[in-house]
């Protein structure tokens, strides 16, 4: 993230320079994190900002429930969580204020180191599985790898607008694409590793499911800026 924030400082300092347009920095706090903003005008009404956060959770206690319908069980997992994101976004100031629509790219850093037990014997796509078939359950997770959609409105100094400090605000909403990777070594009991492993595939695809309200993160951001 200190590269693409040093990368995206230099490029928006060097374009602004260059063609002689507006250009600010900012700092702000949110559900994303802490982090800087970077923008350049390039228009009388359009900004590009370029945004990045993050925010050190740490260790979380989750339960996610796995298995098929009427043969679930839980996992009891400990999460030592990291969560960030950086984004690429076009803010539209349609009105003679400091209203904006906002739309871009947004990439989601969250990830998470995972660690836990199968509370319950369970039944996987018609393979039952006793919590004496493995041991403890390692692996990860995380809540994209790739740029997706945001959208949103907010409040901020518009393209052209007066030097100075100003106030910040965004409300929106980002696309997220879960994935989740589990690992477990088996006790020798009922399956061998090859088919403990096959088996876990499937557990991933329940976890997954269970984070699919992941899907669509909420935004929400207050910030202080200055303009060049």
Request: proline fraction near 2%.
């Given at each position: ?194 088919e403990l492993d096959a088996i876990l595939t499937d557990l991933e695809k329940d976890a997954e499911d269970e984070l699919d309200d992941f899907e669509l993160w909420p935004v929400l951001a207050i910030g202080v800026n200055y303009a060049f």
């Open positions: 993230m200190k590269k693409i924030l040093g990368l995206g400082f230099g490029l928006l300092l060097f374009v602004s320079n260059a063609f002689a347009l507006d250009f600010g920095i900012g700092v702000g706090a949110g559900t994303n994190g802490t982090g800087l903003n970077l923008s350049v005008g390039l228009t009388k009404t359009v900004n590009l900002r370029l945004n990045a956060a993050q925010i050190d959770i740490g260790d979380e206690s989750e339960t996610v429930t796995v298995g098929d319908d009427g043969f679930e069980g839980d996992i009891d997992a400990e999460l030592d969580f990291d969560y960030g994101a950086t984004a690429v976004l076009f803010d539209w100031h349609a009105f003679d204020n400091g209203f904006r629509f906002t739309a871009g790219m947004m990439k989601n850093n969250g990830s998470a180191d995972i660690s836990g037990v199968l509370q319950d014997n369970i039944v996987v796509d018609g393979d039952p599985l006793l919590t004496t078939d493995l041991g403890e359950i390692g692996g990860d997770f995380s809540l994209g790898d790739s740029y997706q959609p945001y959208v949103g409105i907010g409040w901020g100094r518009g393209a052209g607008g007066d030097g100075g400090f100003s106030f910040s605000a965004d409300l929106g909403l980002a696309v997220l694409d879960p994935d989740v990777d589990l690992e477990a070594t088996t006790t020798g009991g009922t399956y061998t590793q090859s």
